[in-house]
């Protein structure tokens, strides 16, 4: 099994910055890919960002592209997720993902990931 744990999030006011951060663990970790999706009060989980693992390659929603900024430490297994300029939208609560198992995948997609974290609150208050 492989373990996720969300880290950083909090009560902010708009216009201001958290870093999210998401450690895995477990036997062994290789991740094909790791992701952040939100899901807000009344509404589905949505994409936010994702990297690849092995050369660092960076995906946004555009709602964040300019704002957000994804990044990883592969010495300490840790993702993390630097958040700028951030909105009342932005209140969420923000889940990490990792995609381990190899084949076709979608990197913006839910189901194209086989392990999640338990979830880290963001509140952006007006």
């Known amino acids: 099994q492989v373990h996720l744990v969300e880290s950083g999030g909090g009560l902010v006011q708009a216009g201001g910055s958290l870093r999210l951060s998401c450690v895995a663990s477990g036997r062994t970790f290789s991740s094909n890919a790791m992701g952040w999706f939100r899901q807000a009060p009344g509404k589905e989980r949505e994409f936010v960002a994702a990297i690849t693992w092995n050369i660092g390659a960076t995906y946004y929603a555009d709602f964040v592209k300019g704002r957000f900024t994804i990044s990883r430490d592969t010495a300490k297994n840790t993702m993390y997720l630097q958040m700028n300029s951030l909105k009342p939208e932005d209140t969420a609560v923000y889940y990490c993902?990792?995609?381990?198992?190899?084949?076709?995948?979608?990197?913006?997609?839910?189901?194209?990931?086989?392990?999640w974290g338990q979830g880290t609150q963001v509140t952006v208050s007006s």
């Open positions: 993902a990792a995609k381990i198992v190899s084949g076709w995948y979608q990197i913006q997609l839910q189901r194209s990931y086989d392990y």
